[in-house]
């Protein structure tokens, strides 16, 4: 069953995108090497949306505790309180070409 998270981080939304731009290629590795079916990033007024379909709440775990993740996540000094998430399972998708 697939798996859906969708992640808001609370921030300068500048900042946040900068941010995510210079580390993206290393979360898009992370990402591949377990699976994630979709990736999509937007700047919001309060900061940075993120929502990720994985193929599995397991794969979602997984990519969480990547020890690249967690660098990323420590590099940009966010904070726990920063973040917004929640997690579903998915009962359909599509993707068109």
Not at 13 to 28: C, I, K, N, S
Not at 69 to 88: K, T, W, Y
Request: aromatic residues 6%; negative net charge.
């Amino acid at each position: 069953m697939a798996y859906l998270s969708i992640n808001r981080i609370v921030g300068d939304p500048r900042a946040l995108l900068g941010a995510y731009h210079r580390t993206e290629p290393v979360m898009t590795g992370v990402g591949r090497d377990h699976g994630l079916i979709l990736h999509a990033a937007a700047g919001t007024p309060d900061g940075l949306l993120i929502v990720n379909l994985w193929p599995s709440a397991t794969a979602s775990r997984a990519a969480a505790e990547d020890p690249r993740r967690v660098a990323v996540i420590g590099e940009h000094g966010l904070r726990p309180a920063q973040f917004r998430g929640e997690h579903h399972d998915v009962d359909n998708y599509v993707l068109f070409p």
